[in-house]
């Protein structure tokens, strides 16, 4: 929770008019690329969708900024300031983007695979006064209902109907908005907050996974979500011509990594995808133009295997995160064309803060080495600074740098303006998030001699066996290299004369058969792993457990490890 004297400010920005800012300085706001893409170019297209009943729409940026315009008017109008959100990637979330903040409000996104009481908890620790949510997902409330019917429910159908009978309250809410506008002289975005009052404000609160603990929200401001959506055109390239952006990644999923922002300010596109159906993405892929989309490497490793799979006639930039990638993945996704663009970040950072720049020399690389260089995390983003890796071994808030030396294992820190504010009503998480002035990951790496960081995994995903570190990222990445095998997942086990050992999870490609035996003897005699690194266990299953945003589960396979429980 923030300080007395900061709440005081908070309510203070409130109260009194914000001091006009000297004349060469605006407050920086994300939501102000719509009302300029809507001035520069109305007609041009920023939707296209196919609706739950299969109709096809495409929506201009004058007809999207009308919608957005109605609903920020419909929540001022009720008086609605903290709005939840529970819905796929449809029209309706990117209207609600903008149509909350510049109706006056902070956007609380929820992630929809969740369980019905961490979504409760979610809307109840954020202290939402209305919920947009799409039908398919209105079940999920009920727990949260429970305890506050008084909170109302703007449901959308996700329809082609915008008016009339069978529109659905979400239309009629833009409706509403809308007349309401007319009403009191027509005034438009001049009566909206397209511009921040206060750069610094709440922007949005994208909460974490909470994968081993309750979800944390952490607090977006108007300019962080800013640098990082100009971050992302610079670094994925989306303002060479007009791009098409296809919406793969989560929108709730820290906010779209903000391309909700940056799309709009380049005036592309927005492709929108209920879910994750493989064989559609191709389709949309070879038929619709796309040129751009973000997807974590469990969704590359699935759309690479699908059987449509074929190279495309021309490149489609990929923004691959979420968790490590292999170079193995990424010399499948170039050979179809599928170019991959590797970053690397956290909710905490609005989504990706560094990127691994493909430099010219590496062509001359041996094919394998320049995919592994491919796959690092990278250096700081253009809108942000420098990240450090430090000894993980020092009194909390201390930072020693380890060697640049591609050896020494230390914790990524951030810092800059793509750092998240502070964690919602939470000043101890947030204390030790900050520790000693940056960011903390958690993520442990190496630093390479030119400057860009390696992650390794996590403190638990360092398997220490009799004396060597082994990566369990890294042996990952070489056991997908077997020409059968999909996806694999490694955990230390204990071991009587090593202390621990690694564990191997690994599941089939499509139409393939192949043993565990068959794959620790391919790691031994065929391989480029390490003799100290080759598992002596590797168990074949038909999935492994991925939380929402498509990492494996690590603990989940320690426990199938401990229990000998198969998949």
């Known amino acids: 929770m923030s300080g007395p004297p900061s709440r005081i400010r908070s309510i203070l920005n409130h109260l009194l008019p914000p001091p006009p800012a000297p004349p060469h300085i605006h407050h920086l706001s994300p939501t102000f690329f719509l009302e300029r893409a809507a001035a520069v170019e109305p007609d041009a297209d920023a939707i296209f969708h196919i609706t739950t009943n299969g109709v096809t729409i495409h929506r201009s940026y004058r007809d999207f900024a009308a919608r957005a315009i109605g609903l920020a008017y419909y929540l001022k109008k009720r008086g609605h300031t903290r709005v939840g959100i529970l819905a796929p990637n449809t029209p309706a979330f990117l209207e609600s983007i903008y149509g909350i903040v510049a109706g006056g409000g902070v956007i609380v996104p929820a992630n929809y695979r969740l369980k019905e009481d961490d979504i409760a908890y979610i809307f109840e620790f954020a202290e939402v006064d209305c919920i947009i949510v799409d039908k398919e997902f209105e079940g999920l409330l009920e727990t949260y209902r429970r305890k506050h019917s008084n909170v109302p429910l703007i449901i959308d159908l996700d329809t082609e109907k915008t008016e009339g009978p069978g529109c659905g309250p979400f239309n009629e809410a833009?409706?509403?908005?809308?007349?309401?506008?007319?009403?009191?002289?027509?005034?438009?975005?001049?009566g909206l907050q397209s511009k921040a009052n206060n750069e610094d404000d709440m922007l949005a609160i994208p909460f974490t996974s909470g994968t081993t603990s309750r979800p944390k929200g952490a607090v977006y401001t108007h300019r962080g979500a800013y640098l990082a959506a100009m971050g992302n055109i610079i670094e994925s390239g989306l303002n060479t011509g007009r791009c098409k952006y296809l919406w793969?990644?989560?929108?709730?999923?820290?906010?779209?990594?903000?391309?909700?922002?940056s799309v709009f300010a380049v005036r592309g596109v927005n492709v929108c995808l209920r879910k994750i159906d493989y064989p559609l993405i191709w389709k949309l892929l070879k038929e619709e133009g796309i040129t751009h989309f973000n997807a974590a490497p469990t969704v590359n490793t699935l759309l690479v295997a699908a059987k449509e799979a074929e190279k495309l006639p021309r490149p489609v930039q990929v923004t691959v995160a979420a968790s490590p990638p292999s170079g193995h993945l990424f010399e499948q996704m170039t050979?179809?064309?599928?170019?991959?663009?590797?970053?690397?970040?956290?909710?905490?950072?609005?989504?990706?803060?560094?990127?691994?720049?493909h430099l010219p020399e590496w062509e001359n690389l041996p094919t394998q080495e320049k995919y592994a260089k491919m796959a690092r995390q990278g250096h700081g983003f253009i809108t942000s600074l420098p990240i450090r890796i430090i000894k993980p071994d020092q009194p909390e808030g201390v930072y020693v740098d380890v060697a640049k030396d591609g050896q020494e294992i230390g914790e990524i820190v951030f810092f800059g303006n793509i750092c998240a504010k502070e964690y919602y009503n939470d000043a101890e998480a947030t204390r030790k998030l900050f520790a000693g002035g940056g960011l903390h990951s958690g993520d442990l790496a190496v630093w390479h001699p030119d400057g860009s960081a390696q992650i390794l995994g996590r403190a638990k995903d360092i398997i220490i066996s009799g004396g060597e570190n082994i990566s369990s990222v890294a042996l990952e990445s070489m056991l997908v290299q077997h020409p059968d095998i999909l996806e694999a997942g490694v955990v230390a086990v204990p071991d009587s004369h090593w202390g621990e050992r690694p564990k191997a999870f690994v599941t089939v490609k499509e139409s393939k058969k192949v043993a565990g035996e068959d794959v620790i003897s391919w790691a031994k005699h065929q391989s480029n792993i390490s003799k100290f690194m080759v598992p002596r266990e590797v168990e074949i299953v038909p999935e492994l457990p991925k939380t929402s945003t498509g990492k494996i589960k690590k603990n989940d396979l320690r426990e199938w490890a401990k229990s000998g429980r198969k998949a």
Do not use: I
């Not at 906010?255 to 922002?261: D, E, L, R, S």
């Not at 599928?338 to 970040?345: D, Q």
């Open 248 to 261: 793969t990644l989560p929108m709730f999923h820290a906010m779209g990594w903000t391309f909700p922002w």
């Open 335 to 357: 050979s179809l064309n599928l170019m991959p663009v590797h970053v690397y970040g956290m909710t905490e950072t609005y989504g990706p803060t560094t990127k691994c720049y």
């Open 174 to 190: 833009v409706l509403e908005g809308q007349a309401h506008d007319r009403s009191q002289g027509g005034r438009g975005w001049a």
